[in-house]
């Protein structure tokens, strides 16, 4: 778990490509990214800077902390060190010759206010939004990528195993989310999770015991949790696990940049048949998404299967929440955020890919009661699809 990792320069050369591809279509000169998460996945180093992508010739990494670890880390030929935002426009001006006349950035995270900085170091360029590029090509992974996601795999299936071993009676959700997630960074989970949507918590664990899964959570998710108070309403909270109820427990994992998020239903002695029945459909509702995946069918299409599949069973009405609170997807996009486009939802009518990864997570909430679900990431393939989650489709009875 120690070895040194680096993004070898062929993905790296290849995004870059992608990219330019897409910025002579769009017309647009030059990308600025700034963003941790993009500027990793471009640059192979997350260190304190920029890069600049023109739509024709070499990027340009500019670093302000830390030069020695950024030349070890990216494979970017052509970088420079700077002490301030405010070089930028004369390193690109002096490297390139000119500046662009169009220039995208990152415009669905960067704030406001830092937006309008920037835009002040360029006051005669056009400023575009240049996200829809970089989320569209990181969309599609590649093969080294989906491997070093199995690699995070194999990280959450050895936590789940250890949660099958170790769950009991009496500790609290927390307490035991606790214990688990210690476990997981022992063997080499990062802790901090990356999560592009600013309203969303990059939380690793939820734990939702009996009726706790049954709350109507705050956030826009299936079953989120009471939490620990009305300022934190997700991920465990101070009921205490027990014998005999259902228990979900929703893991997100990472790992050299890799993200895994997946879901398992447990119980301590026994899970009553009301909730077992319920846990079991939603896998059949799981496996026959799958079923359903290849190249070109519309995503909504699977979120229609996964909607009709839950009729059938007769889990209309706790499918996907509550009556007045269901949300509109079954799952989304991921790799080096927790969330990636695209969403698995009602509306997309945009073509599954080769290469596309998602976590896909149907479940069930029955109010004040208990909830059920299961959740596993996996590609789509040129003929259908492969899974990535290395945990078995079952219910766990410790």
């Known amino acids: 778990m120690t070895k040194k990792f680096k993004v070898p320069s062929s993905e790296i050369e290849d995004r870059i490509t992608k990219i330019q591809k897409r910025l002579q279509e769009q017309e647009i000169d030059g990308l600025l990214i700034i963003q941790r998460a993009d500027l990793f996945y471009l640059s192979g180093t997350a260190q304190n800077g920029f890069l600049y992508i023109p739509a024709q010739g070499d990027p340009l990494l500019l670093i302000r902390k830390y030069m020695p670890r950024a030349r070890q880390e990216s494979s970017i030929r052509d970088m420079v060190e700077i002490r301030s935002p405010k ?49 569209e090509t990181r969309m599609i992974k590649s093969g080294w990528e989906i491997e070093q996601m199995e690699k995070t795999a194999k990280l959450s299936s050895q936590t789940f195993e250890y949660i099958r071993n170790n769950i009991r009676p009496g500790y609290t959700e927390m307490e035991f989310g606790g214990m688990y997630e210690a476990y997981a960074r022992k063997i080499g989970h990062g802790g901090r999770l990356r999560v592009r949507d600013y309203q969303t918590e990059g939380y690793p664990w939820h734990v939702l015991s009996g009726n706790s899964g049954g709350m109507v959570g705050l956030l826009d998710s299936p079953a989120s949790g009471q939490g620990t108070s009305a300022a934190f309403p997700v991920g465990g909270g101070n009921k205490r696990l027990a014998p005999d109820e259902p228990i979900m427990i929703d893991i997100a994992s990472v790992f050299n940049g890799f993200h895994m998020d997946e879901t398992r239903m447990f119980a301590i002695g026994s899970m009553p048949e009301e909730a077992l029945d319920a846990s079991l459909a939603t896998i059949e509702i799981h496996n026959t998404v799958l079923d359903r995946v290849r190249p070109g069918i519309p995503i909504k299409d699977l979120f229609d299967t996964a909607l009709t599949k839950a009729e059938e069973l007769g889990y209309t009405e706790p499918y996907l929440g509550p009556p007045g609170y269901k949300v509109q997807f079954i799952g989304h996009g991921i790799g080096h955020e927790l969330i990636e486009q695209p969403i698995l939802s ?4 945009a073509p599954l890919q080769p290469g596309m990864t998602f976590a896909l997570e149907p479940k069930m909430v029955f109010k004040d009661r208990f909830c059920a679900g299961i959740e596993s990431v996996f590609t789509v393939t040129k003929t259908g699809h492969r899974m990535i989650s290395q945990i078995p489709l079952m219910v766990f009875v410790c």
């Not at 426009?89 to 669905?108: K, S, V, W």
């Not at 009602?346 to 009518?349: I, Q």
């Open 346 to 349: 009602a509306k997309d009518e």
């Open 87 to 135: 070089e930028v426009p004369n390193r690109i001006a002096d490297f390139y010759g000119r500046l662009p006349h169009t220039l995208g950035f990152e415009l669905d995270v960067v704030p406001v206010k830092e937006f309008e900085f920037y835009r002040g170091l360029f006051p005669k360029q056009t400023c575009v939004d240049g996200s829809p590029l970089i989320l």
